[in-house]
């Protein structure tokens, strides 16, 4: 079973997107292990887009995220990494598609709504910055064998 970050950017949750986001993933069949309504430090800011140091909209990704409340959870499911990056769509907002989250409600690549982790060892690293292991809650659901 994989487990993955998901975060609501600023722009998500100004535009009320909170509950269409949770409610596709949970509709999807992932059982969900963490959530938070947070403001981003920019000390986690720079941690989290470490990997776009030195990238001309760096600077602007930053204040971004850090400009408002985010909603950080954690999601757990078979093959999760590539299926919510499928459900989120292409990063480019001219690439995304009709049906994704980003290609549905995203005009701009600055603003495209949801940040979901791109391997294992970015969703380890990208919950850890943001979740306190006894923030991760474990149980099991019967439905889960139907899904
Ligand atoms: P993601 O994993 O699909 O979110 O995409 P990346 O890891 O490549 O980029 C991180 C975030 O930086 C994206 O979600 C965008 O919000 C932003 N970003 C990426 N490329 C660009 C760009 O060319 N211009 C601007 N303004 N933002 C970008
Ligand atoms: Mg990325």
């Not at 600023?10 to 009320?16: A, N, Y």
């Not at 999807?28 to 030195?54: D, I, P, S």
């Not at 408002?68 to 919510?84: H, K, Q, R, Y």
């Not at 292409?90 to 603003?111: F, W």
Request: proline content about 3%; glycine content about 8%.
């Amino acid at each position: 079973m994989e487990r993955t970050f998901i975060m609501i950017k600023p722009d998500g949750v100004q535009r009320g997107l909170i509950g269409e986001i949770v409610k596709r993933f949970e509709l999807k069949g992932f059982q969900l292990v963490a959530c938070k309504l947070h403001r981003v430090t920019k000390t986690q800011a720079e941690f989290h887009y470490e990997e776009h140091k030195g990238k001309p909209f760096f600077q602007e990704l930053v204040s971004f995220i850090t400009a408002g409340p985010v909603f950080a959870m954690v999601w757990e499911g078979d093959e999760i990494i590539t299926l919510s990056r499928n459900m989120m769509g292409k990063t480019k907002v001219l690439e995304s598609q009709p049906g994704t989250i980003r290609g549905d409600y995203a005009l701009h690549t600055g603003t495209n709504i949801i940040h979901g982790s791109d391997s294992p060892q970015s969703a380890e690293r990208e919950i850890g910055n943001f979740f306190n292991k006894e923030e991760l809650v474990d149980y099991s659901k019967i439905i889960q064998r139907w899904v």
